[in-house]
C-alpha cells in the first residue's frame, strides 16, 4: 500500500498486482476497514495520473476492494468518491483501452455492490450502453476487433446490472433497447459475439419474469441468425473458438425457443451451487472474472458473495471435518485408473463399430 504513492511507475504497478493478488486469494474485510480511505486515495492517484496498464491494475484493485467492504457504508462510500473518476476515463475516447475496459468493469461491479440511489444505478446503465451501442461500435453497426475487449466490459457490466434494475425500468429496456445487440452478432470477435447472445438471452429471461412479451418484427430474423451461429464451420476461426461458440448459442437458441436454461454445477469446497438461469449464470461469471482462481475461496468465505448467490453464512468445520472430507492419494488413483478403464473400453467399441462400417 505504501508502494502505491512510490515516485517510480514499475514500484506502483508492482503493488497494484501485489493487491490485486492479495485481494483475490483472501478476505481481509477487517484488516482494509481503517485503511480504505488511505487506499481509495492512493487508487484515485493512479486511476489519474499513471497510464495504461498501471490504470487498468487500479480499476481492478478498486473493484476488490469495494468487493471486501460489501453492500454497507463503506462500499457506497468508495464507490461514490470514485464513480465520476471510472466514468471519466470510460468515456474518453483518447485513454488507453485497457484501462478504459477495466474502469467498464469496475463501474458495473461496483455499481451492483454498492450502489444505494436508483439515480447511480440508471446513470451507469446509460454510460455502459454509449461504450457498447452500435453508433459508437464503428461503421455499419458492428464492433471492430481491436475494440472487442472494450466493448466486451462494458457490455457484461451493462447485462450484470440488468439482473438488479427494478421492474420499472428495465421494462423501458424491453421495449426499444435490446434491439441494440443482434447487431453485435455481426462482430468479429467471438468473445463479443458470445456475449450479446448470452445479454439477449438474459433479456428473454427477464422479459418472461415480468410476464412480458419481448416478441418484435425481427425475432424470427433473430432465431435465424442464433441458428447460423450455432452452426458456423467458416475454416477462417479457430477451431475452439467455432467449437465454444457453437455450444453457447445452441442452448442460447434453445432456451429462446422452448424457455429451458442447461443447468450448471460449481464445486466449492464441501459446498455445490448450481447455476439455474442467465442472471444467476451472468452474475457468477461477472465475479468469476474478477477474482479468477480466488472464487472458490470467496464463495466459501465472503459474506457478500454468499449472500449474494443464496449460500447462507459461511460453514465452521473443524479439523477433523476437513481431514474426513479429503479423498486419499490411493483413493484417486484406484477412481482414475477405474475411469481410464471404462473410457478405454467405451472408445474400444465405437472405433470397431467404425471399422465394420467401413
Not at 454497507?72 to 488507453?96: C, H, M, Q, Y
Request: hydrophobic residues 40%.
Amino acid at each position: 500500500m505504501d508502494n502505491l504513492l512510490d515516485k517510480s511507475a514499475k514500484a506502483r504497478q508492482a503493488a497494484l498486482q501485489s493487491l490485486r493478488l492479495a485481494l483475490s486469494s483472501r478476505t481481509l474485510s477487517e484488516f482494509l476497514l481503517e485503511r480504505r480511505l488511505t487506499l481509495t486515495d492512493s487508487l484515485e492517484k493512479c486511476l489519474k495520473k499513471g497510464k495504461g496498464e498501471e490504470q487498468a491494475l487500479a480499476g481492478t484493485v478498486l473493484t476488490l476492494l469495494c468487493l471486501q467492504m460489501g453492500s454497507g457504508p463503506e462500499g457506497e462510500e468508495v464507490f461514490r468518491s470514485l464513480k465520476p473518476l471510472l466514468i471519466s476515463i470510460l468515456t474518453d475516447s483518447t485513454a488507453s483501452p485497457s484501462a478504459r475496459q477495466s474502469c467498464a468493469t469496475a463501474l458495473g461491479m461496483c455499481c451492483y455492490i454498492a450502489a444505494a440511489d436508483l439515480e447511480d444505478l440508471v446513470s451507469c446503465l446509460s454510460c455502459l450502453e454509449g461504450i457498447f451501442s452500435p453508433p459508437s461500435t464503428g461503421e455499419g453497426g458492428s464492433a471492430p476487433a481491436q475494440h472487442g475487449p472494450l466493448h466486451c466490459g462494458a457490455l457484461q457490466s451493462w447485462s450484470l446490472l440488468l439482473t438488479i434494475c427494478p421492474p420499472s425500468h428495465l421494462r423501458s429496456i424491453l421495449d426499444n433497447r435490446w434491439l441494440q445487440l443482434p447487431p453485435l452478432l455481426t462482430s468479429s470477435s467471438v468473445a463479443l459475439r458470445i456475449l450479446a447472445g448470452e445479454t439477449i438471452a438474459l433479456l428473454f429471461e427477464l422479459a418472461q419474469d415480468l410476464e412480458e412479451d419481448l416478441c418484435h418484427q425481427d425475432t424470427e430474423f433473430l432465431c435465424t441468425q442464433l441458428k447460423v451461429l450455432a452452426t458456423e464451420s467458416n475454416k477462417y476461426r479457430a477451431k475452439t473458438d467455432r467449437r465454444r461458440q457453437r455450444s453457447i448459442f445452441r442452448d442460447i437458441l434453445h432456451f429462446i425457443e422452448s424457455g429451458e436454461y442447461q443447468e450448471e454445477t460449481v464445486r466449492f469446497g464441501l459446498e455445490c451451487m448450481y447455476l439455474d438461469s442467465w442472471a444467476r449464470q451472468r452474475t457468477y461469471q461477472a465475479f468469476k472474472e474478477v477474482l479468477g482462481s480466488g472464487i472458490h475461496h470467496h464463495l466459501q468465505n465472503n459474506e457478500l458473495l454468499r449472500e449474494i448467490f443464496g449460500l447462507g453464512p459461511p460453514l465452521v468445520l473443524d479439523a477433523a471435518a476437513l481431514k474426513a472430507s479429503k479423498v486419499s492419494r490411493f483413493e484417486k488413483h484406484l477412481y482414475n485408473s477405474a475411469a481410464f478403464k471404462a473410457r478405454t473400453k467405451a472408445r474400444s467399441r465405437v472405433r470397431d463399430k467404425r471399422a465394420d462400417v467401413l
